[in-house]
């Protein structure tokens, strides 16, 4: 994996909880920002920009804070960690997501396509298919095959889609996007504008797979040929941590890393080392927990090395730090519990659990001596298939800091075994925002709890 820092303002997209405007935005209304026409290696950095913004934004500390890796501690985050939730509270993340990401992305495969820039269109229609992801697995049905018209169609009330056949959309966009690559790439190609790969086909492709995996296995509960499709989407993808597909931040104050940019203007909404996750770190005595988290500075303010605010060290908490999309240790997770659930074959399946530990605390630094001592404490699956995939899914919960598809998978697996932060149960799925609710007749009626995600089991 390359690392491709992007020079993008924070006025693009908003990263602090209610620090910017709601957006007056039905899902699919026109985005005035957006150009009719523009060459795609503009585009391209606009889009993945944005993208590793509210994925590392709202998306990630929403979901944070109901898998209780962080803590709600003050303000709008304490009462978010206690579920009293409102449709406003996601107009920003609902909104950005479409209008600064999947709308320019739109534009850019539409522009692609016209214009034979093949490499571009592959590109373009796997991120989609990445958004496209993370939408339905936060709150199921949502629009698409009408979204993005309002230019050509009028179309200001999107119908939404089905979450279970936008899975299967998912698929085909990836497929397609795969197929475009051995096409003639045309006069652009990308290179240095692509913050991603760098225009490496090879990896876009792997990351193509990546996602199908995840796919895959979200669908595999009580369904072994589902599983085994996660195997050999896997097979197809990732094989070391130079694959990750992930998003690197600059070094400027405006090109900085959301959670940075959060620590720095929300000091002490969010604390990390009164979290369920600390608790189960220093349990386990996991010599991760230095790197996820600094009990000292929680919130505080500037680090005493002045590069992180509060509790969130480097890797994750400095101007510069990634937001990661899809890893190779999460695929190495998957292909345990795909095993398990496939198979029941513990041996094979602990084999792929130790691999997985090994390469995220290889990913963070940690010594190979504090890798090998916690694997031989901890890298032992049980004789039931139940009880290892709870394990399995135990340390990918850990492996997954700060990622959403950390929420999905403890909604699958129940692992680990969360006891609720505030009234009622722990949600189950986001409901959609106020803007959607208000404007568009088309909105399914939602709370935290239901309508399930169809893979929700």
Not at 9 to 33: L, Q, Y
Not at 199 to 213: Q, S
Request: hydrophobic content about 35%; proline content about 5%.
């Amino acid at each position: 994996m390359k690392q491709y820092k992007f020079l993008i303002a924070i006025s693009m997209v908003c990263v602090a909880v209610s620090s910017c405007k709601k957006d007056f935005f039905t899902g699919i209304n026109t985005n005035p920002n957006a150009s009719e026409n523009v060459t795609p290696n503009l585009l391209l950095p606009t889009v993945e920009g944005a993208l590793g913004y509210v994925q590392g934004g709202d998306f990630s500390r929403y979901s944070s804070m109901l898998d209780q890796q962080v803590y709600g501690y003050q303000n709008q985050t304490a009462s978010f960690y206690l579920y009293q939730i409102n449709s406003g509270n996601f107009d920003n993340q609902w909104g950005n997501m479409y209008t600064s990401v999947m709308e320019n992305n739109y534009t850019l495969l539409q522009e692609s396509d016209a214009n034979g820039y093949n490499i571009y269109s592959g590109i373009s229609r796997i991120i989609m298919a990445y958004c496209l992801q993370l939408l339905v697995d936060n709150w199921g049905d949502v629009p698409y095959s009408q979204a993005f018209q309002a230019n050509k169609q009028g179309t200001l009330t999107p119908a939404y889609d089905n979450a279970q056949a936008l899975y299967d959309t998912i698929n085909n966009l990836i497929d397609a996007g795969i197929n475009n690559f051995s096409a003639d790439p045309g006069i652009f190609t990308p290179g240095a504008d692509d913050y991603i790969y760098g225009g490496n086909t090879d990896e876009w492709i792997k990351f193509g797979h990546a996602i199908k995996a995840r796919l895959a296995i979200h669908q595999s509960k009580n369904d072994a040929a589902m599983a085994s499709n996660a195997l050999s989407e896997i097979s197809k993808s990732f094989t070391s941590n130079s694959d990750n597909a992930q998003i690197i931040f600059g070094v400027n104050q405006t090109e900085a890393n959301p959670w940075y940019q959060f620590g720095r203007d929300r000091q002490s909404y969010i604390t990390f080392s009164n979290s369920t996750l600390a608790g189960i770190l220093t349990d386990l005595n996991d010599p991760r927990y230095s790197i996820y988290i600094d009990p000292d500075n929680d919130g505080g303010g500037q680090s005493p090395s002045g590069t992180y605010f509060g509790g969130l060290p480097d890797y994750y908490g400095a101007v510069n730090s990634p937001v990661e999309l899809i890893t190779y240790d999460e695929l190495l997770f998957v292909k345990a519990e795909a095993t398990l659930r496939s198979s029941g074959d513990i041996a094979t399946a602990q084999t792929f659990y130790q691999d997985a530990i090994r390469a995220n605390m290889q990913k963070l630094g940690v010594a190979d001596a504090d890798i090998n001592t916690y694997i031989a404490a901890n890298g032992t699956l049980p004789e039931s298939v139940s009880d290892a995939i709870a394990k399995v899914s135990l340390q990918e919960y850990i492996a997954l800091y700060l990622n959403p598809e950390a929420f999905t998978l403890w909604r699958r697996t129940g692992s680990p075994n969360l006891d609720p932060a505030g009234t009622g149960d722990i949600p189950r799925r986001l409901i959609y925002p106020l803007t959607e609710t208000q404007y568009n007749p088309n909105t399914p009626q939602s709370t935290l709890y239901t309508p399930k995600i169809f893979w929700d089991k």
